[in-house]
């Protein structure tokens, strides 16, 4: 029963990558996207933070506070794995720079597809998986399904439209089925974290990953800031998911520390977000001040932002 259980899991995880993607796409503004990607300072400081500062604290923590080798694997995975697919509601509740959320998914998504092949049997000590089987799923669960969506989106407009609500909608029942199943599966493992210090450095982990790039996020304007702040607390499970499903005689507890990501971004996250969104001094006022840099440098509807609602 455990065992078929653990494969419906995989299943529903596959599906939320795949929808969250595809969802992504269809709602993608690659105009938009690329506006912001051509401002050099967010983008060094989103490849900073995400990519090398914060997965490099983590590495840290993992020397210097003692917790078992598997609970350490999960949570340098967790690390390199920056935005999650549900940024865009955090940055709105935020009253950040919608204009700018496109430009950071697509920038981490990317990066993320090629950065962790890599580094993962660099940084990652005791996992055994090659390039060539990390980089597999990331391929076909995270690019592929972004493609599609955006092909559609480009092609037409309406039909994004019409099947954006359908595939949102499943991939939102999806994600209810695949948050049940972690806590049914993974429960008694998840109890087995206390004591283990894995709950503690995930809370340092998530406060810094929240605090530090809105700090020290130089020369970004606060509705930029909201966006690299929430994605950096923010992380995308399913490319954490990836390499842990692909190799063989992977120990679960390096997924329950995974899985436990979800409720520490989850908290950081909105809690992030409604902070920021009180200091823009309210919704209206907070978003048209966010879209000015967008729309003026380069000419983009920044209000509509770069992944439609």
């Known amino acids: ?9 995989k299943v529903t995880l ?56 598997p609970y350490a694997i999960g949570f340098i995975l967790l690390a390199m794995t920056p935005c999650a697919p549900f940024l865009p509601p955090m940055v ?31 940084l990652v000590k005791g996992f055994t998986a090659n390039a060539l089987t990390i980089a597999k799923p990331l391929l076909l ?9 955006m092909f559609i989106q480009h092609r037409s407009e309406a039909s994004a439209s019409r099947l954006h609500p359908i595939v949102k909608k ?20 998840f109890l087995e974290l206390v004591g283990s210090y894995a709950i503690g450095v995930q809370i340092l982990f998530f406060s810094v990953a929240t605090v530090a790039p809105y700090l020290l996020g130089f020369g970004l304007p606060p509705g930029q800031k909201s966006v690299l702040s929430l994605g950096m607390a923010t992380r995308n499970l399913g490319a954490a998911f990836a390499p842990l499903f692909s190799a063989h005689d992977v120990d679960q507890r390096a997924v329950v520390m995974v899985a436990f990501g979800v409720l520490m971004q989850a908290g950081f996250s909105f809690a992030a977000a409604t902070w920021f969104g009180r200091m823009a001094g309210g919704a209206q006022a907070g978003s048209n001040s966010a879209a000015e840099p967008v ?15």
């Open 170 to 189: 499943v991939t939102g029942l999806d994600t209810l089925l695949m948050l049940l199943l972690c806590v049914v599966v993974y429960g008694k493992e």
């Open 14 to 69: 596959v599906i939320f990558m795949v929808g969250n993607l595809l969802d992504m796409g269809l709602r993608l503004r690659l105009r938009a996207a690329m506006a912001g990607l051509r401002d050099r300072r967010f983008v060094a400081l989103s490849l900073l933070w995400g990519f090398v500062l914060l997965p490099a604290f983590a590495l840290l923590l993992t020397r210097i506070i003692p917790m078992g080798s």
């Open 1 to 9: 029963m455990l065992q078929a259980l653990q494969i419906l899991l």
């Open 92 to 122: 709105d509740r935020a009253h950040g720079d919608v204009g700018y959320t496109a430009a950071f998914m697509l920038l981490c998504l990317v990066v993320t597809v090629v950065y962790m092949p890599f580094a993962v049997p660099v």
């Open 141 to 149: 669960f995270l690019l592929v399904p972004l493609a599609v969506g």
């Open 295 to 309: 729309g003026e440098r380069e000419g983009v509807l920044a209000r509509k932002g770069g992944i439609d609602g």
